[in-house]
């Protein structure tokens, strides 16, 4: 079992910048992909950013230019440098990786507890 542990959330004014880690733990296996997702109370969970094992990134038209998403595979750790915040990014922010196992070739995936992040105005 993969557990992520998600870190770097917190209050920040409109303009102001935050960076997100989620390290991931557990039994031996390959990361495919790690991205990031947010959430609004009430709203469906948003994906935000993704990186795939190649080192493409790729991220949401709200979040292009502010955002970016990058990774250490050495410590299995995915970040969010979220730059230029602005209110409508104030969310909870959830990381994703999906991976498989070194043997036996099964694959799953797994989410971070979550992250609250707040932007005030």
């Known amino acids: 079992q993969v557990q992520l542990v998600e870190s770097g959330g917190g209050l920040v004014q409109a303009g102001g910048s935050l960076r997100l880690s989620c390290a991931a733990s557990?039994?031996?296996?390959?990361?495919?992909?790690m991205g990031w997702y947010r959430q609004v109370p009430g709203k469906q969970r948003e994906w935000v950013a993704a990186?795939?094992?190649?080192?493409?990134?790729n991220y949401a038209d709200s979040v292009k230019g502010r955002f970016t998403i990058s990774r250490d595979n050495a410590k299995n750790t995915v970040y969010l440098q979220m730059d230029s915040l602005k209110p409508e990014d104030t969310a909870v922010y959830y990381c994703?990786?999906?991976?498989?196992?070194?043997?036996?070739?099964?694959?799953?995936?797994?989410w971070g507890q979550g992250t609250q992040v707040t932007v005030s105005s």
């Open positions: 994703h990786v999906g991976y498989t196992y070194a043997s036996g070739g099964s694959s799953s995936y797994s």
């Open positions: 990186i795939i094992s190649s080192g493409v990134t």
């Open positions: 557990g039994s031996v296996f390959k990361i495919n992909g």
